[in-house]
């Protein structure tokens, strides 16, 4: 399993992050400055960073900074800092993903997950299959936790609309009519009033995951038949 570096100058956060990982299965490093990361980096393999901004001696972003001049592994921000601009800057500074305290720890684990699983393809390695999670670009479905990540952030799904949208993601590019997700996602007999029913849903989906609903990048109508996970 992979190997995740803690760094957080907080040991109470560092130890429940800790925690929390290794119920998932990974392997865990510590460190608690932007110095200890570093040194952590020269002496052991790591397959992601969780990185904290405001540290002593050497602060995250600064270490963000050391950290691109030659590795190019995962690095998610985690911070108190909310502000617009504090994101920004981490994300131009090469990090992968800023999570902001309080974090969601389901959250937290599926967009580890995410990243994780986007570097080895990247880098080239195949990924251990999850049979619990399912990646589309910025989309991402967590099924054991039943959680949806939009391009970085969770979105709250009713039941049926998550149904839906797992649906779509385990059978990407393949076309379901309407009648089809209702009779699936409902358990019921189609009748002449579902494609309302779904289409609201699909709507409704589509506020939740896409940028702009106007030119939708996942969900996808294809007119006169029904509806389809676009492939990212």
Do not use: C
């Amino acid at each position: 399993m992979e190997t995740i570096l803690v760094v957080d100058d907080n040991k109470d956060i560092v130890f429940s992050l800790s925690e929390l990982l290794k119920y998932e299965g990974y392997t865990i490093e510590k460190a608690y400055d932007g110095m200890e990361a570093l040194d952590v980096l020269e002496r052991k393999q790591i397959d992601l960073i969780l990185l904290d901004v405001m540290m002593p001696r050497l602060n995250g972003l600064s270490t963000l900074m050391k950290i691109r001049e030659t590795k190019q592994i995962p690095v998610i921000i985690l911070s108190a800092k909310t502000e617009e601009s504090d994101k920004v800057s981490g994300l131009i500074m090469g990090a992968d993903d800023y999570i902001s305290k309080p974090y969601n720890p389901g959250e937290l684990i599926a967009r580890v997950k995410a990243q994780l699983r986007r570097y080895k393809m990247w880098s080239g390695g195949v990924p251990k299959e999850d049979e619990d999670l399912i990646v589309n670009g910025g989309l991402v479905l967590d099924r054991k936790q039943r959680i949806a990540i939009a391009e970085g952030t969770q979105v709250r799904l009713t039941a049926k609309e998550y149904s839906i949208l797992e649906l779509l993601m385990e059978h990407i590019g393949q076309v379901f009519s309407a009648e089809q997700i209702y009779e699936r996602v409902w358990k019921e007999d189609a009748n002449y009033s579902v494609e309302n029913t779904v289409m609201v849903h699909i709507r409704h989906i589509r506020e939740k995951i896409e940028i702009d609903t106007k030119n939708p990048r996942y969900v996808k109508v294809v007119w006169g038949i029904g509806y389809k996970m676009e492939k990212q």
